[in-house]
């Protein structure tokens, strides 16, 4: 079993940033495809990104592409996500996701799951 908890959300202001982070603990993520969502009020939960177990490959939400990036530090067993200018609309709760599967169709199913961190972004 995977514990996966999250830090660094805040208020930011729009157009700054803000640098989430994922720990592991229980087990080494090494080997796991690692990812973050989001879930706004009032809306489903929401794909942002996804990293491949050795960092090589990634794959983004249309809503954050280019702005966010995903990457991971298995030594650390920690996965981080970098947020740049940002906007109200990225207001939500983040989750940190791990394990599971991601498809040949980016789709990505985690098995494991944080409780998350609260991301505001004040216009």
């Known amino acids: 079993q995977v514990q996966l908890v999250e830090s660094g959300g805040g208020l930011v202001q729009a157009g700054g940033s803000l640098r989430l982070s994922c720990a592991a603990s229980?087990?080494?993520?090494?080997?796991?495809?690692m990812g973050w969502f989001r879930q706004a009020p009032g809306k489903e939960r929401e794909f942002v990104a996804v990293?491949?177990?050795?960092?090589?490959?990634?794959y983004y939400g249309d809503s954050v592409k280019g702005r966010f990036t995903i990457s991971r530090d298995n030594a650390k067993n920690t996965v981080y996500l970098q947020m740049n200018s940002l906007k109200p609309e990225d207001t939500a709760v983040y989750y940190c996701?791990?394990?599971?599967?991601?498809?040949?169709?980016?789709?990505?199913?985690?098995?494991?799951w944080g409780q998350g961190t609260q991301v505001t972004v004040s216009s």
């Open positions: 990293i491949s177990w050795t960092g090589s490959s990634t």
């Open positions: 229980g087990r080494t993520i090494t080997s796991y495809t």
């Open positions: 996701a791990g394990g599971g599967r991601w498809d040949y169709y980016n789709n990505y199913q985690p098995a494991y």
